[in-house]
């Protein structure tokens, strides 16, 4: 069973960083396409990142283009999204999630397993 447990929020003001990590276990990582997506307050979960597992393609929402940098260390099964630039607005509940095989996605659904969650909070 696969496991995601995600680290690295915190309270930042705006124009901090901040680095999210998201551990898996339980599986091969390098099998994994992995992702991240976000819930603000009284939205839904939207994309954020995507790192395919051939480490050949990244993709990103426009509103974080940019800003954010998703990567990943297969030898530490570790996902990581460097946050630049941190803006009020995104100040959500950060997932990080796993997508089996190599076809990058952008659906919550497409994505079978998920970590509980970070809290990130951009003050203005």
């Known amino acids: 069973q696969v496991q995601l447990v995600e680290s690295g929020g915190g309270l930042v003001q705006a124009g901090g960083s901040l680095r999210l990590s998201c551990a898996l276990s339980?599986?091969?990582?390098?099998?994994?396409?992995m992702g991240w997506f976000r819930r603000a307050p009284g939205k839904e979960r939207e994309f954020v990142a995507v790192?395919?597992?051939?480490?050949?393609?990244?993709n990103y929402a426009d509103s974080v283009k940019g800003r954010f940098t998703i990567s990943r260390d297969d030898a530490k099964n570790t996902v990581y999204l460097q946050m630049n630039s941190l803006k009020p607005e995104d100040t959500a509940v950060y997932y990080c999630a796993a997508r089996y095989g190599d076809g990058w996605s952008r659906g919550v659904s497409d994505y079978a397993y998920w970590g509980q969650g970070t809290q990130v909070t951009v003050s203005s």
């Open positions: 790192f395919l597992r051939s480490r050949e393609y990244t």
């Open positions: 339980g599986r091969s990582f390098s099998a994994y396409t």
